[in-house]
Antibody, heavy 125, light 109 residues
C-alpha cells in the first residue's frame, strides 16, 4: 500500500521560496504521476502542479510559473518549490499520486488515489 | 477556463436517507476525466469515484456516480453518520488542467 509522507517548514517569509518534500513508500516515483495541491484555510482545493516525467510537468496558470515540481528517484521523493510567496499562499499543502486508470472504454481516467497527510504552511514575516 | 459549481452548498439529512449531490461544469467534461472526493475535518481528501461512475478501492456501494457532459451527480444511499463530510467534484483535461468544485457539505442529523 502506498504511503506519502510530507515534510517541510511550517512558516515561510514573504518573497521567499516555499520548499516541501513528499517521501513515497510502497510505490516507485518512476511508476506514476505526481502532484501537489493546496487548500486555503476554510477553502476549497486548488491544484498546483503535476509531474509526468523529467521532460513534462504542468502547473496551474494561476500561479504564474512560480511552482516547480521535481522527482528524486534515488530517494523516491517528490518535491515542490513555490517562489516569491505571499500571504495568499498560506494553505495546507498536499502531495498526491495522480493515478492513470484504463477504463473499459479504452480511455484513461486521471484521479488522485493516494494523498499525503497535509502540511500547514503559513506565509508571514 | 472551466468553472465547476456544486449544489447544494450544504445538505442536512437523517441516517437512512439518500443524498443527491450535483456538480456542473461550465464546459463539457469527458466522463473519463471526472471524479468525486470525500474530505473529513483534519484529513486529506479520499477518492470515491473516478471516471464518473467507477468506485475507488474500498468504497461502499452506497456511493454511486453518474452524469455526462456538464452535469454530474453523486448519490449516497442509506446515509450513515460516518458520511458527514465535504464532497468535492474534480475535472481533468480542460483549462486549467485540473480543477475542483467548491464542495458540498453533508451533515447527518
Amino acid at each position: 500500500q502506498v504511503h506519502l509522507h510530507q515534510s517541510g517548514p511550517g512558516l515561510v517569509k514573504p518573497s521567499e521560496t516555499l520548499s516541501l518534500t513528499c517521501s513515497v513508500s510502497g510505490d516507485s516515483v518512476n511508476s506514476n504521476f505526481w502532484s501537489w495541491l493546496r487548500q486555503s484555510p476554510g477553502g476549497g482545493l486548488e491544484w498546483i502542479v503535476n509531474f509526468f516525467d523529467n521532460e513534462n510537468s504542468v502547473s496551474n496558470p494561476s500561479l504564474q510559473s512560480r511552482a516547480a515540481i521535481s522527482v528524486e528517484t534515488s530517494k523516491n521523493e517528490v518535491s515542490l518549490k513555490l517562489r516569491s510567496v505571499t500571504a495568499a499562499d498560506t494553505a495546507v499543502y498536499y502531495c498526491a499520486r495522480l493515478r492513470e486508470t484504463l477504463l473499459w472504454s479504452g480511455e484513461s481516467s486521471y484521479s488522485f488515489d493516494s494523498w499525503g497527510q497535509g502540511l500547514m504552511v503559513t506565509v508571514s514575516s | 477556463d472551466i468553472v465547476m459549481t456544486q449544489s447544494p452548498g450544504t445538505l442536512s439529512l437523517s441516517p437512512g436517507e439518500s443524498a443527491t449531490l450535483s456538480c456542473r461544469a461550465s464546459q463539457s467534461v469527458s466522463s473519463s476525466y471526472f471524479a468525486w472526493y470525500q474530505q473529513k475535518p483534519g484529513q486529506p481528501p479520499r477518492l470515491l469515484i473516478y471516471g464518473t461512475s467507477h468506485r475507488a478501492t474500498g468504497v461502499s456501494d452506497r456511493f454511486t456516480g453518474s452524469g455526462s457532459g456538464t452535469d454530474f451527480t453523486l448519490t449516497i444511499s442509506r446515509l450513515e453518520p460516518e458520511d458527514s463530510a465535504v464532497y468535492y467534484c474534480q475535472q481533468y483535461g480542460s483549462s486549467p488542467l485540473l480543477s475542483f468544485g467548491p464542495g458540498t457539505k453533508v451533515h447527518i442529523k
